[in-house]
Each structure stands twice: as C-alpha cells, then as structure tokens.
C-alpha cells in the first residue's frame, strides 16, 4: 500500500518560514515527480512546485519562486518544500502528490492527474 505522509506545517507570522516533508513509503521516489500542492477554504487544490526525481528539475509556480525551494532525497523517499518570507496568501492546507514519470511531461501538474495523495498539512501564515 503507498502512502504519502506530510508534516512541518503550522502558525507562522508573515515573514517567517516552514519547512514541509513528504514521505512516501510503498512507493519508489525516484520513478515519481512529487508534487506540493496547496488548498485555501473554498479554493481549488493547485500545485506550488513539483520535482522530478529522476533528473532533478523543479518547477514553480511564479508567486512563490524565489521564496520556497522543492528538494528531494531519493535515499530517504522524501521530498522537502522549503518555505521562507511566508505571506497571508500562502495559508491553506499542503498536500504532496505522486505523478508517475511514465505519464509526466514537466511543469506544473494538474491535481486530477496524480497517482497518490496525502492527507495534508495545514500552513497558517498572520499578518
């Protein structure tokens, strides 16, 4: 049975940082980019960068470049999404997704297509 688990999130002030993990096991990394995803209330689930842990890319999406860094050690199963100068608008509850390499094309992915979820995180940035 796969399963994705993340953890460091939390109540920050604007400003500051949090460093999320994803750890899979029944799962092999590095046959998947992993993907950080974020949901505020009311919103749809949209991804904030992915890794492919084949060759390394990442990608971001263009509010949070330059602010968060996506990481991944194969060894360990486990990717990271390194959060700094937080702002209000990065609240909302993170999610990491597997998306089989097979059927990834690079960028940013679509949450329908993932392979597998895990429950959340939740990032709670105040002003």
């Known amino acids: 049975e796969v399963q994705l688990v993340e953890s460091g999130g939390g109540l920050v002030q604007a400003g500051g940082s949090l460093r999320l993990s994803c750890v899979g096991t029944?799962?092999?990394?590095?046959?998947?980019?992993i993907a950080w995803f974020r949901q505020a209330p009311g919103k749809e689930r949209r991804a904030v960068s992915c890794?492919?842990?084949?060759?390394?890319?990442?990608y971001y999406m263009y509010s949070v470049k330059d602010r968060f860094t996506i990481s991944g050690d194969n060894a360990k199963n486990t990717v990271y999404l390194q959060m700094d100068s937080l702002k209000p608008e990065d609240t909302g509850t993170y999610y990491c997704g597997a998306l089989d390499l097979v059927v990834y094309y690079g960028g940013l992915p679509h949450q329908w297509g993932m392979n597998y979820w895990g429950k959340g995180t939740p990032v709670t940035v105040t002003s």
């Open positions: 890794i492919n842990n084949s060759d390394g890319s990442v």
């Open positions: 029944g799962i092999t990394f590095a046959e998947y980019a």
